[in-house]
């Protein structure tokens, strides 16, 4: 039977005791060949989605690098519109495919804002963007398959309703502490392990000093 929604894979690198970034937001974990790796599995996905701290904080491009294909669509949880227009998303938007989506509570000036650039703007969820409302317009659209690039806020909201197909984690060799910092899943987390999700090991690779784990539902 067909999903109502794209394929949910999560992909990110940590440290070694489970943090996206350091509390002050470094989150250059990666080691070259990795990123290799994962601008590969981009390169293979029709959509990629973060949340809005991510943007502000990596400003990344979330484009594929060196290969020859498509870039996938980039999405933007983003519930009161507020992405700047400084972003790296924004300024390369005309030649990225872009959604950025926003909940009903968006001010108006700052839709105004976003109307001056070709991105599109769905609007999904009162207080904030409701996720599985957003993909199932995104299945309509034709996306099949999504990778979640984080921060820990975004993926939790993709956790707490059991909305993760495939995990593929980096593994890095780190360790940097900090109850601020952010991690792979934060949010308020489960309250028992019998709630939580269990994934199967697919595979694990080793790569110089990384493990990339491979987990699937
Ligand atoms: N190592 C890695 O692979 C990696 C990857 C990604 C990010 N990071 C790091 O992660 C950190 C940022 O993570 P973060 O947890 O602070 O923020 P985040 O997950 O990037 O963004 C969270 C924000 O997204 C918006 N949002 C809209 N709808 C949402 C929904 N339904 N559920 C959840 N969020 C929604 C919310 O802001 P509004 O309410 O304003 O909409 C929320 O505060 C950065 O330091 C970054 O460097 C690391």
Redesign the pocket.
């Known amino acids: 039977m067909e999903s109502f929604r794209p394929r949910v894979i999560f992909?990110?690198?940590?440290t070694l005791d489970g943090k996206?970034?350091t509390r002050s937001?470094?989150?250059k974990?990666?080691s070259k060949k990795d990123k290799i790796r994962v601008h590969k599995l981009r390169s293979k996905v029709d959509a990629i989605l973060?949340?809005?701290?991510?943007?502000k904080?990596?400003d990344p491009l979330l484009s594929v690098h060196n290969i020859k294909k498509k870039n996938p669509i980039r999405i933007i949880?983003?519930?009161?519109a507020?992405i700047r227009s400084s972003s790296r998303i924004l300024k390369t938007c005309s030649k990225i495919p872009t959604i950025i989506?926003v909940?009903k509570k968006a001010q108006k000036k700052n839709l105004q804002k976003l109307e001056k650039f070709p991105v599109q703007v769905i609007v999904c969820?009162n207080d904030?963007?409701?996720?599985k409302k957003l993909l199932g317009i995104l299945k309509k659209k034709g996306i099949k398959n999504i990778l979640v690039?984080?921060?820990?806020?975004?993926?939790?909201?993709f956790v707490k309703e059991n909305l993760v197909d495939e995990a593929i984690i980096t593994i890095t060799p780190y360790l940097v502490g900090g109850m601020t910092a952010?991690t792979l899943v934060?949010?308020d987390g489960f309250s028992t392990i019998a709630k939580s999700i269990r994934l199967k090991l697919k595979s694990v690779s080793k790569m110089k000093n990384e493990v990339i784990l491979h987990y699937e539902n």
């Open positions: 992909s990110a690198a940590i996206l970034a937001g470094d989150s974990l990666s973060i949340g809005k701290n991510t943007v904080i990596d949880l983003d519930s009161n507020t989506a909940s969820g904030t963007v409701s996720i690039e984080g921060g820990g806020t975004a993926n939790w909201a952010t934060d949010g």
